[in-house]
Structure formats: structure tokens, C-alpha cells
């Protein structure tokens, strides 16, 4: 299956600073990737589509000023958190939308996750 | 708006058991359905995806159904494992290509 990398795979950091998390798609390209989050215990909620070239889509609830999302090119979706706050710690988890050959299926594929801690 | 809700939402059992975990979803306009297994502190493994036009996938001794007009689902595990202790999330795709999750199962198979 196709490979999808995440870095940080963990990070720590201070109250007020920005945080950027990279997601890339090692084998694949990805017009669509998404991001989600995880809070302790709970399942993972979508924060916004990533489409290259264009503005993400944000889901209802999430800021798009705090949660800076950009899909610069097919293969990479970053996510900035900005102004962190110990509330935003929690899983964040990528996804690239794979659309497969012609005929063939639509299948999401996931990245490993990182775990951001905010201090 | 999709709603995706898993039964129960924690199982224990002992090890050997065959047991099958639920999940339902409010609307049947899917594009297809995915079981993941998530680890604690982990990422998600995917087990097995049906896809809309499909009853049933299977993998091991694992074994996926799905009832697209009931908006329902169910994962089979065979002969369960104590390596099979995991969360298990259900997930539907919609039509635009959002996975909306349900709440998970923790599994916690006992030796």
C-alpha cells in the first residue's frame, strides 16, 4: 500500500509558540489530503481538507487562523499550529486522499501521527 | 449529517473467543467503510475496507460485513488473540471523500 510520512512524530513546546507539522506522501500524489485530531480517549475528529493549490476547508468549529494549513505542492500538506496553547495538545493525524487509477478505488491512507505537547 | 456510532464501546474477553464488534452509521449515502485498529499512542492500521457496492471483506481471521441500507457493520474476529487488544474505529466515507469516525471499541483480549 502507499506510504504516508509524518514529521515531528512528537513534539514539545512552549505556550505562544507556532508548531508546524508536515505530512507527505512517499509513493503517491495527493491533491487531497486531510487533517485530523485525537484527543485523549476520543476518536479522531477532521479539522480541514487540504487541496493542493487552493484554500483549505475547514470544518465547522476549527479556527483557520490557529490551525494554518498549506498544500504546496502533490506530495506535502503542512499544519501550523500558531499561539499554542496546552488545550491544543492532542494526535494530530494526516491523511492523502489516493484516488486511484481509472477504475480503481478511492482510499485514504494515514499518516503515523504526532503527538504535540504544549507546555 | 453522518453519524457514526460503534457498540460496545469497550469488550473484554478472554482469549480464543470469537466476538463481533457494531458499528452503525445515519446515512447510507457512503462511498465505502473502513475498520482501523489504533494501538495506544499510535496511528491507525487499516484491517479492511468495504466498499459501497460490496457485502463483505475478509482478511485472516478477520471478517468485515455491510449492510448499506441499514447503515450497519459488523467485524468478526476469530479465535481472538491477546495481540488483538487494540481500539478498533469504524469509519464511513462520504461523498466528498471525508472519513467520518465512530467513537472506537477498546478490545482487550485476555490470556
Known amino acids: 500500500g502507499a506510504v504516508v510520512s509524518q514529521h515531528p512524530s512528537r513534539v514539545i513546546c512552549k505556550s505562544g509558540t507556532s508548531v508546524k507539522i508536515e505530512c507527505r506522501s512517499l509513493?503517491?500524489?495527493?491533491?487531497?489530503m486531510f487533517w485530523y485530531r485525537q484527543f485523549p480517549k476520543q476518536s479522531l475528529m477532521l479539522m480541514a481538507t487540504?487541496?493542493?493549490?487552493?484554500?483549505?476547508?475547514?470544518e465547522q468549529g476549527v479556527e483557520k487562523d490557529k490551525f494554518l494549513i498549506n498544500h504546496a505542492s502533490l506530495t506535502l500538506s503542512t499544519l501550523t499550529v500558531t499561539s499554542a496553547h496546552p488545550e491544543d495538545s492532542s494526535f494530530y493525524i494526516c491523511?492523502?486522499?489516493?484516488?486511484?487509477?481509472?477504475?480503481?478505488?478511492?482510499?485514504?491512507?494515514f499518516g503515523p501521527g504526532t503527538r504535540l505537547t504544549v507546555l | 449529517k453522518q453519524e457514526v456510532t460503534q457498540i460496545p464501546a469497550a469488550l473484554s474477553v478472554p482469549e480464543g473467543e470469537n466476538l463481533v464488534l457494531n458499528c452503525s452509521f445515519t446515512?447510507?449515502?457512503?462511498?465505502?467503510l473502513q475498520w482501523f485498529r489504533q494501538d495506544p499512542g499510535k496511528g491507525l492500521t487499516s484491517l479492511l475496507l468495504?466498499?459501497?457496492?460490496?457485502r463483505e471483506q475478509t482478511s485472516g481471521r478477520l471478517n468485515a460485513s455491510l449492510d448499506k441500507s441499514s447503515g450497519r457493520s459488523t467485524l468478526y474476529i476469530a479465535a481472538s488473540q491477546p495481540g488483538d487488544s487494540a481500539t478498533y474505529l469504524c469509519?464511513?466515507?462520504?461523498?466528498?471523500?471525508?472519513?467520518?469516525f465512530g467513537s472506537g471499541t477498546r478490545l482487550l483480549v485476555r490470556p
Open positions: 491523511s492523502a486522499r489516493d484516488p486511484g487509477l481509472a477504475g480503481g478505488w478511492d482510499t485514504q491512507y
Open positions: 509513493d503517491f500524489q495527493a491533491t487531497t
Open positions: 487540504s487541496n493542493e493549490g487552493s484554500k483549505a476547508t475547514y
Open positions: 446515512d447510507s449515502a457512503i462511498y465505502n
Open positions: 468495504i466498499q459501497s457496492s460490496q
Open positions: 469509519a464511513v466515507m462520504d461523498s466528498s471523500y471525508k472519513l467520518i
